[in-house]
């Protein structure tokens, strides 16, 4: 058969248009695709909510790909080795309590998982502000090309409406940080979001899934971008409670979709 070069253009743009077209309007926006939002991805599509992702690098899963150091394998305590049997990612036990996986099938398999879902992962696409409406909730995302603003191009942004919008935003806490940036004191009074404190893995697991709350309305926060907002201690390459802060993010989002 000849190939026909401007069939195959055809075929990435349409297919991409009308996916990004059906996903303008969704239950759930997530931003960010570390391993918290892809775990709270898979759960929201597999229980019906229209869950859309935007990630503004070129690869999804965060700071998992790096394990500890660049070494690729990150840890994971017994709590949530039943998350990584619901995925049938390889663990073995190193000592009593503490689980060794390999970092890059658990990202292949978080996010394989998640479009097998049914939820759409859009990557290179910055998130870089949110809507507010007159009813003080967040309503939808305003987003734009992470080439566009890395070039620093004035192009403008365009938008996506959401019911719940989940910041996965690791260290940045970007979401939450533009909210309470143009809402002043709106997510942690007036002090502001001050990140997160010093490694102590043993609070930093705990805290990460408490602190995993709808911060405004509409708004939830979870993973590393919980720590950042609460000003709890960091953890380092140990990734159980990035895992349950994704699955208590998506059972917030589902509770307020009336799921
Ligand atoms: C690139 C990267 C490398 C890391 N490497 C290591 C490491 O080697 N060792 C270690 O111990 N810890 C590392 N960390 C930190 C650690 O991985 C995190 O604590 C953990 O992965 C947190 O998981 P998370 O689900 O909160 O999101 P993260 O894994 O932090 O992922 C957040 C995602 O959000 C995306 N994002 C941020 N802002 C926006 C936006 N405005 N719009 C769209 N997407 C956005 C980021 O690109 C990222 O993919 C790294 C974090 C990152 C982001």
Same mark, same amino acid.
């Not at 058969?1 to 248009?17: C, F, N, P």
């Not at 305590?77 to 190193?94: G, M, P, V």
């Not at 970092?103 to 290179?124: C, H, M, P, Q, Y």
């Not at 403008?156 to 935003?169: C, E, F, H, N, Y």
């Given at each position: 058969? $000849? ?10 743009? &349409? ?47 965060? =700071?998992? %790909? ?8 990150? +840890?994971?305590?017994? &709590?949530? #080795?039943?998350?990584? &049997?619901?995925?049938?990612? %390889?663990?073995? @036990? ?13 990202? $292949? ?30 309503? =939808?995302?305003?987003?734009? %090309? ?29 979401? #939450? ?10 997510? +942690? ?6 990140? @997160?404190?010093?490694? %102590? ?19 939830? +926060? #979870? ?7 609460? $000003? ?28």
């Amino acid at each position: 058969m $000849a190939l026909d070069e401007i069939k195959v253009t055809r075929a990435i743009v &349409e297919s991409y248009v009308e996916s990004f077209l059906k996903f303008t309007d969704v239950d759930v926006a997530l931003v960010g695709a570390g391993p918290a939002n892809l775990v709270a991805a898979k759960k929201l599509a597999e229980n019906d909510a229209k869950t859309v992702l935007f990630e503004k690098r070129l690869s999804v899963g965060g =700071g998992v %790909w790096g394990g500890g150091m660049m070494f690729p394998r990150i +840890v994971v305590q017994s &709590e949530a #080795c039943r998350i990584l &049997e619901e995925y049938d990612i %390889w663990y073995r @036990e190193f000592d009593e309590g503490y689980y060794v996986a390999n970092s890059i099938e658990t990202v $292949a398999k978080l996010t394989a998982r998640a479009i097998d879902a049914g939820a759409e992962i859009f990557n290179l696409v910055t998130v870089e502000d949110v809507m507010i409406r007159e009813d003080d909730r967040v309503t =939808g995302l305003v987003i734009n %090309w992470t080439t566009a603003q890395m070039a620093g191009l004035p192009i403008d942004p365009l938008s996506v409406r959401a019911k719940v919008v989940i910041d996965g935003t690791g260290h940045d806490a970007a979401i #939450c940080r533009v909210v309470q940036k143009k809402i002043p004191g709106a997510i +942690v009074g007036l002090s502001g979001i001050s990140g @997160e404190r010093p490694m %102590w893995a043993e609070v930093g697991e705990r805290n990460v899934v408490e602190a995993t709350r709808e911060v405004y309305p509409g708004l939830i +926060v #979870c993973g590393m971008a919980a720590a950042a907002v609460s $000003a709890g201690p960091r953890m380092g390459p140990i990734f159980g409670g990035m895992l349950q802060s994704g699955e208590r993010a998506a059972a917030i989002a589902l509770e307020k979709l009336g799921r």
